[in-house]
């Protein structure tokens, strides 16, 4: 039905397009004389296809205009989402609660979205004022009214008050603090609609620039992620009895930053934060809530130092966490229950800053009541999209932020995809910028509502490990796991060893897992300092076989391994009483991986040219000899040492170990 396939594409064109819709909000439809396909709750515009929309039945809906509903609100929302439910000819989809006024609208598109400029007129303090002198005395206007049922009669009434005024449909009308209608007979003519719209609300845009975040994020943010846990755990309270450790899953809070200059000038003062402190819109407190914290101390110790008083204060007074902190010279802080959510509180509560800034051309903000805002907090209806929107993703791993060094390919990227696919959110830290991105592009296609994000790095040199763990926490407010994996392998004996190669070889193997850890360590111990008791974080070297055992003409690659367990032992016992774990996997041979089966300079290669396997003609010798000496009779893989990573951070009580995964190739004693 071609008329259905441009319900989708008028769908998509705007809900792709944050100018228009945030967070998958708005809704569409398209109608005929029977039937009425809307956008069902919990459905995205930018991504929706048929199966998005829920198809009801017309003279079925009429009821829902001729009916007397109970006085009693919630008796009353009931029996219209019954009477909706009955409507429905496909079951299992919920119908957007505004499914009524898009039946009673008599064209056959309708298309509600929520501009941001448009939202800085609706918004404002002079919004009707200004509105007809912007659009002449034509425009519908609709003051606030509560969702649902109330302002589906509300916009009745004006419709029909429109048709008696100027005997014509009105193809516009304007919700006070809520969005706008645009409704017609071809989606050529919605779009027309909507750009003559907003070309005369043009030029008032506002010039936003990035500002780059402050080193102060990691001296603070890992702090406030672990008071934001510590909380979610005491209000789960008898749910978390008997768990091990409670520091797991959705108790696991992740926190992301968002600094520009439009952020920076609500910050900057106690006076320009009022002006954001009270939600604009329902679609705000779905998914940021309606009450905020502002940090305005200036030094992180002062920041944390308020932190700790506010945060705690705050889930006494209003019995939930806060979804956004607005912190002076850091920006806001997303609180998600995943990554994910951060990114839809973040757009959410920066489109709440362009209103405000918008409305100030027309006499200023004009936020939601207290009573307004409570009735959406209440309301089943929200509530039920909000629990569509968080998402999850269940795993070993969940909600755990872990890097993985040298993680663009190879066994790296086996093991960040495994843990990825465990719920974790991942950052790739690697050299090669181009194959990397790639990595996290295809990371993120299997996420569910965990993130992979790619930071360019050379674990040599502290400055850019400073820099992979400042992104780090700006994208996910924590570092829960390192895996320090990078690792590079020269093979040759005394006689052709360089002194060049022998020390590219230790700077990567064994000085890198030094300056890794001493960077990590710092904000571990922060995160560590801020949380229960049960709470420990991880360092994890993927060592080697090599590292337990002598390896014939590989000295250069076995002395850095045999190094790295020495310094995992030392930085254990150092870190400990910071609830630190420090570990490292030593895991036999990855036959398949490019490290050894590259066929220009892959181990096998090199073995065999550096006649490491007496009597070896080919590369298939090679590959048989060493398959003969692991009594399982196969190589290690990525997902085998995923699993060990897995049982070293769930376990509280092992540190300072070397783990084989050798296939019983080498055996502890």
């Not at 009931?78 to 957007?96: M, W, Y």
């Not at 002079?126 to 509300?154: R, W």
């Not at 916009?155 to 919700?175: K, M, T, Y």
């Not at 924590?478 to 002194?499: Q, Y």
Request: with cysteine.
């Amino acid at each position: 039905m071609s008329e259905i396939q441009d319900l989708i594409a008028i769908s998509q064109f705007y809900g792709k397009d944050k100018r228009y819709v945030i967070a998958g909000g708005g809704n569409t439809s398209y109608k005929n004389a029977e039937k009425l396909w809307v956008k069902a709750s919990g459905s995205a515009l930018a991504t929706i296809t048929e199966d998005g929309f829920a198809v009801l039945d017309r003279s079925k809906l009429q009821v829902l205009s001729e009916r007397q509903y109970s006085a009693n609100t919630a008796e009353r929302e009931e029996q219209v989402k019954n009477d909706l439910a009955a409507a429905c000819i496909t079951k299992g989809r919920r119908p957007s609660v505004e499914t009524s006024m898009h039946n009673i609208i008599d064209y056959a598109f309708v298309v509600h979205l929520h501009p941001t400029a448009v939202n800085g007129l609706m918004c404002s303090q002079k919004a009707e004022q200004q509105l007809h002198a912007l659009f002449g005395e034509k425009a519908l206007y609709v003051p606030y009214t509560d969702p649902g049922y109330t302002l589906f009669k509300k916009v009745e009434e004006g419709i029909q008050a429109h048709r008696a005024r100027f005997n014509e449909e009105p193809s516009v009308i304007w919700l006070q603090n809520h969005g706008i209608f645009v409704a017609a007979n071809t989606i050529a003519e919605i779009r027309k609609i909507y750009d003559e719209i907003l070309s005369k609300l043009s030029g008032k845009e506002l010039e936003i620039t990035d500002r780059p975040t402050c080193d102060c994020v990691e001296k603070v943010v890992p702090a406030l992620r672990m008071m934001l846990c510590r909380q979610a755990i005491r209000q789960a309270g008898c749910q978390c009895q008997g768990i091990r450790n409670p520091y797991a899953g959705a108790n696991l809070k992740v926190l992301k930053v968002r600094k520009n200059s439009l952020v920076k000038s609500f910050y900057d003062s106690a006076e320009a934060y009022a002006k954001i402190a009270r939600p604009f819109t329902p679609d705000g407190i779905v998914y940021a809530k309606s009450n905020y914290i502002y940090i305005d101390a200036e030094e992180p110790e002062a920041m944390i130092a308020q932190a700790e008083k506010a945060i705690p204060a705050f889930v006494d007074k209003f019995g939930y966490l806060p979804k956004v902190l607005l912190v002076k010279g850091i920006g806001i802080v997303a609180v998600g229950d995943n990554a994910a959510q951060c990114d839809t509180i973040l757009d959410v509560y920066e489109d709440a800053m362009k209103i405000a800034a918008y409305s100030e051309q027309f006499g200023g903000p004009h936020p939601m009541t207290q009573a307004q805002i409570d009735f959406i907090d209440n309301w089943e209806v929200e509530n039920y999209r909000r629990s569509v929107a968080a998402g999850g993703a269940a795993g070993r791993a969940e909600n755990k932020t872990i890097i993985v060094t040298g993680a663009a390919q190879g066994f790296g990227e086996g093991i960040a995809r495994c843990l990825l696919l465990e719920g974790a959110n991942i950052v790739v830290a690697d050299l090669n910028e181009t194959v990397g991105q790639a990595t996290v592009d295809r990371f993120n296609t299997m996420a569910k509502s965990n993130r992979a994000i790619f930071v360019k790095t050379n674990v040599s040199d502290i400055p850019s490990i400073e820099n992979l763990v400042h992104e780090t926490i700006c994208q996910f407010g924590a570092v829960d796991t390192f895996i320090s994996n990078a690792g590079v392998l020269r093979a040759g004996g005394l006689e052709d060893m360089t002194p060049e190669n022998f020390d590219f070889v230790t700077k990567i193997n064994y000085y890198a897992y030094f300056y890794c850890s001493k960077v990590v360590s710092r904000v571990m111990k922060l995160q560590t300092k801020y949380a229960d008791e049960q709470y420990y974080a991880d360092i994890i070297q993927v060592n080697s076989k090599s590292g337990l055992r002598g390896s014939k003409a590989n000295f250069a690659y076995a002395g850095g391994k045999f190094g790295g367990v020495g310094l995992t032992q030392s930085f254990a016992l150092e870190l400990a009483p910071f609830r630190v774990k420090v570990n490292s996997i030593c895991p036999g041979n990855f036959y398949d991986g490019p490290l050894w089966s590259n066929p220009e300079n892959g181990l096998f290669i090199q073995y065999l040219k550096a006649g490491k396997v007496p009597g070896a003609k080919t590369v298939q010798d090679v590959k048989d000899y060493y398959l003969a000496q692991v009594p399982m009779r196969k190589g290690c893989a990525p997902e085998d040492v995923c699993k060990g990573a897995l049982y070293l951070m769930e376990q509280l009580g092992e540190t300072g170990q070397a783990l084989p995964i050798t296939g019983g190739q080498v055996m502890l004693n």
